[in-house]
DNA sequence: TCGATAATTAACAAATGGGAGAAAGATTGC
DNA sequence: GCAATCTTTCTCCCATTTGTTAATTATCGA
């Protein structure tokens, strides 16, 4: 049971360019973790610690494929992204609901 | 006219807790700075800095008030999240879209 | 003009994060 | 068994970030 990742990690893990290039990767199809180390341009150790941020954050998820079991194949998680955009989504509608409050309560002191 | 700030700065911006609460404050309505620095529990001058790239990535907006020059006023500034939600909602989608083609292939695969 | 107030910038220490290479673990194929 | 392959963990280094205090700038009010 995957425990759900605090929006202060997924948002942390996002803020990295490589680690969001990661991502928008897998969102093409999943992928080996060599493959992305190539793709990026980064050396194995650094990929395999960006893709262990992304998979304890709940953003991607690693799995051994049969025919090989020294590769791990990583792929993007559903709904991973689910909790930022709900975040986001709440505080801008707040705001949004704020100004015009705000607008009402300026052209009523206006008059 | 305001360069649309990367999204990796916005990324960056909002992976801190302390400026994620900031942004939640503002979502409520503008406030001083000094009154952000109290609410979230920090010196002046470290909420200084952090209104500093709220407001460089184009999250915030920073106002003098005409009844007092000494202080700013900070607000949400409408839409600069958008290119945020934009990059999670294009993401997710493509994947789901990936997946419904995996998952056609091993079918077809399986007969 | 002078002291108080609001906020920012400067300077510095501590913590964090990201990269590389070396080494280790695990697995494959001969 | 043994060399080659795929990936991760360990260790070290450098750059950035974050918080604090002290100093600075600007403005208000008496």
New interface residues.
């Given amino acids: 049971m995957s425990r759900s990742a605090s929006?202060?990690r997924t948002?942390?893990a996002?803020?990295d360019?490589a680690r969001?290039r990661v991502?928008?990767l897998?969102?093409?199809?999943p992928r080996r973790a060599g493959e992305l180390a190539d793709a990026i341009g980064l050396a194995a150790p650094a990929m395999s610690r960006h893709l262990r941020l992304l998979k304890q954050c709940g953003l991607i998820e690693e799995a051994h494929p049969e025919f090989d079991a020294r590769v791990r194949i990583y792929s993007?998680k559903?709904?991973a992204?689910a909790d930022?955009?709900s975040?986001?989504?709440r505080?801008?509608e707040?705001?949004?609901a704020?100004?015009g409050a705000?607008k009402a309560h300026v052209e009523k002191k206006g008059k």
């Fill in positions: 929006i202060d948002f942390a996002l803020a360019p969001r991502v928008e897998l969102g093409q199809r993007l559903t709904g992204m930022l955009k975040w986001l989504s505080t801008e707040l705001w949004a704020q100004l705000f």
